[in-house]
């Protein structure tokens, strides 16, 4: 064997190493009991959607389907890395988003965040993701939301940041075509009653409206006193 291609295995060897040390260490992120993740993904909708519906589970591979629903709904637990590229919480091992996807985002939006997923597990940084991302939505393999595509998000025991609050607050989230006329709702940021919750996220095609709710899908309320009172 010669000492050129001596160097090109060792080039090969090299670059595959390198690429196996990007992968994150998934297990942080992972619930042992596959019954409790279950019951967490389905606490996102009111029992009578989520009881019907499909919930998948994270493995070390990656999502894959737990129970199989009759009424089109997908139900999981969404972790940091289902967040925007670069979001600075994105590889927060603390975060637990049960979602409950309605059918038209289950066959719309939901594969786009699933394939961002297997991205960022994979090992492809900010910069590749939303490279992949724009060129999938450019080639068609990534379809823009169907009409009437949104998600619950009403989980009581949702862990949406390390902040005072790390419930937040149960809402609605509504996804459009960022391209489309007509999806100006004068939302703003955190604080209004109507969320642009993808204003910070300049490289989505998608817009994301979040719509903050009364209650959680337990039928709890979430109104916080007022002070003083």
């Keep these: 064997m010669n000492t050129r291609t001596l160097v090109a295995i060792s080039i090969l060897v090299t670059a595959s190493a390198l690429r196996a040390q990007k992968a994150p260490d998934i297990t942080p992120y992972l619930i042992a009991d596959r019954t409790a993740e279950v019951?967490?993904?389905?606490t996102a909708a009111p029992s009578a959607i989520s009881g019907n519906a499909?919930?998948?589970?994270l493995t070390p591979k990656g999502y894959t389907e737990a129970a199989r629903g009759t009424n089109g709904f997908t139900c999981l637990v969404?972790?940091?890395f289902a967040a925007a590229p670069g979001d600075p919480q994105f590889w927060n091992t603390h975060i637990s988003a049960p979602h409950?996807?309605?059918p038209p985002a289950s066959r719309t939006v939901l594969p786009a965040m699933l394939a961002q997923i297997d991205w960022a597990l994979a090992g492809a940084t900010p910069a590749e993701l939303n490279a992949r991302?724009?060129?999938?939505?450019?080639?068609?393999?990534?379809?823009?939301?169907?009409?009437?595509?949104?998600?619950?998000m009403l989980s009581p025991q949702q862990h949406?940041?390390?902040?005072?609050?790390?419930?937040?607050?149960?809402?609605l989230m509504f996804y459009f075509d960022r391209a489309l006329k007509g999806t100006t709702f004068g939302a703003g940021g955190?604080?209004?009653?109507?969320?642009?919750?993808?204003?910070?996220?300049?490289?989505s095609p998608m817009q994301v409206i979040y719509i903050p709710i009364r209650t959680?899908?337990?039928g709890t309320s979430a109104i916080h006193a007022a002070p003083g009172m």
């Design 100 to 102: 409950c996807f309605n």
């Design 133 to 152: 991302i724009k060129k999938a939505y450019s080639e068609k393999r990534f379809t823009m939301p169907g009409d009437g595509a949104m998600a619950y």
């Design 160 to 171: 949406l940041s390390d902040d005072a609050d790390p419930h937040w607050m149960p809402h």
């Design 190 to 203: 955190f604080t209004s009653p109507i969320i642009d919750a993808s204003g910070a996220d300049p490289n």
């Design 39 to 42: 019951a967490l993904a389905r």
């Design 216 to 218: 959680w899908s337990d």
């Design 78 to 80: 969404m972790r940091s």
């Design 54 to 57: 499909t919930v998948l589970v």
